[in-house]
C-alpha cells in the first residue's frame, strides 16, 4: 500500500506545500511507502519523492490518494478515475468576490476550483480539512463522507534559525511601535483596513510607529498598486510592503514586532497566527472565517471594522503590560495546541483508521 | 483541543473603555475609504523591469521561474458541453495524436531552454545571497575591527599621557 499525495502546485513555503511536505515526512517516518504528485514543482524541493504529473501511474486497489484541495486542477479527473481509497485534504478556496476587481487569473482559478469541489462532493471517501471552518464550508458544499479536522502541519523547528541581524538593528529599541501583518499582498487579506486603523494609530497614539506588511507581491499586481497609492492618499508615512523576503528576514520582521493585526475576511487556516504567536507578538485579528478556530482565546478578536476602535486597541495591547502579558501566556498556552507530535498523532489516528488498520 | 485555564480577558469591557476614551478625546473615526482610490490600469508600471537593480524583483521573477519553468505538453482534454461533449473531447484527442510528432519536440526544446535559463539565474541568485550573507559578516568584522582600533588609540593616548607625566615628574627631580 502508498500513499499518493497530490496537489497542482507544490511551491516553496506556503502553507499547503509546507503541508505536504511535512504529510509526506509523517508518512515515511511511520514506514509507509509514500509519494506526491504535482504539476508545477519548485525545484528547491530536490530530496524529496517528487513526481511530476505527466509521470503518472495509475495507483493500485490498496493504495490511498491524497489530494490537497486548494485551487482548481485541470488534471482532477485522474482522481476521478482512479480505483483505489480517496482522502481529500481541503485548505479552502478563496471566494471569487474578492479577486473580480483585481486578478483575473486567480479569480477563474478559484472559481473553476470552487465548483470543482461541489463536483467532487461524491468522489471521496474521507475528508480532512484544517478548521472547523473548513469542515462546515464541506458540509454546505454537499459533502456527506465523513470529515475530520486536521490543523496544518507548521515546522516550528524553522523558527529557530537566527535572524536578520541587520533588520533587527534598524528597527528593534528605537521609539515607536512596530506593528506586523504577515501574508501575501491579495485582496481577502484586506491590507487596506490594517493600514486605515493604522493611520488612525499613528495620528491619535505614536506618530513614530511603523507598519510592516510582509509578504509576497508583484510589482504589476492591482491590487498592490491600489494599496500604495491609497498610502499616498492618505499620507501616512512609515508603511513598508517588504515584497518576497528571506526567511532570516522574516525572522526578523517577528523579532521586532511589538504587535501583530490581521484583518484577512477569508482565511482556511492562518498559519501566520500560529507565527506571532511563536515569538510572543500580541494579535489583534478580524473576526471572520477560520481565524476564531485558529487563534481561540490567544487575541483580541474584533467584530467590527471601526478604525479608531481598532487604533485604541492597538495603543492598549502595546501600552499595557499586564494585557501584553495575559496574551502572551495564552499564546503559548494555545500552541501547545498546534504541536507538531500532537498533528501527527491526529494524521496517524485518522488515516489508519480510515485504512482500517 | 485542550485549554489550560489561564486569566481571563474580558474584551467587551476593554473595549467599552476605549469606546469611552475615543468619546472623551473626540478623536474621529474618518478615514478616506479605500473604494475611493481609483483602480489602477492594467498596464505594466512604466518602471516595472527596468531601471536599477532590484534585489526584490529578481527573486520575484526567479520564484516565478523555479515554480514554472516546465511547460507541459499534456494536459486533460474535457468539455462540459452536454452530448456533443464526449464527441468534441474524442477529436481534440485525435488532433492531438496527430500532431503530437510535431509539438513535442518543440516543448522539449523548450523546456531544456527554460531549464538552462533557471539554472543559470539560480546560481546569480544563490552569488547575489553568498555576497548579501560575505558583507554582513564583513560589516560586523569592520565593526570589531573599529572598536579595537578606538580602544588602541585610546590606550596609546593613556600611555602617552602616562609617558609625558613620567618625563616631567623625572625633570623636575
Known sequence: MKFIQMLPTLSYGDAVGNDTIAIQHALLD?????????ELIDRRFENENIKSIEDWVSPKKDDVIIYHLSIGWKNID???KAKCKKIAIYHNITPT???ENYDVNAYKSCKYGLEEVKKMSDVFDYCLADSEFNKQDLLSLGYTCPIDVLPVMVAFDDYKKKPAQSIIKKYSGKSGANILFVGRVAPNKKHEDIIAAFSLYKKYYDKNARLFLIGNYAKRDIYFRRLRDYVKSLDVQDV???GHIKFHDILAYYSIADLFVCMSEHEGFCV???EAMYFEVPIIAYDSTAIPDTLGDAGVLVKEKNYAEIA???NRLITDQNLRKTLIDKEQERLKNFNNEKIRNMLYQYIEKFIGK | MEQKQTSEIDVVKIMESIREEIKEKGLENEVLP?????????TFDIDDGIGPFSSEDFMDANMYLNQFYSVSVWHQIRSTKPVIGPVLTFFKKVNRKLIRFFIEPIVEDQNNVNINVT????QIRNYILEKDNNETDEEEQLKQLSLKVEELLTRVKDLEDENNKLKSNSSVK
Do not use: C
Not at chain 1, 31 to 38: F, H, N, R, S
Open chain 1, 97 to 99: 468576490v474578492f479577486n
Open chain 1, 30 to 38: 511511520r514506514g509507509y511507502e509514500a509519494v506526491i504528485y504535482a
Open chain 1, 312 to 314: 485604541g486597541l492597538m
Open chain 1, 240 to 242: 513598508y510592503f517588504s
Open chain 1, 272 to 274: 501566520p497566527l500560529l
Open chain 2, 119 to 122: 539554472k543559470s539565474l539560480n
Open chain 2, 34 to 42: 479605500f473604494e475611493s482610490i481609483p483602480l489602477p490600469n492594467q
Open chain 1, 78 to 80: 485522474l482522481i476521478r
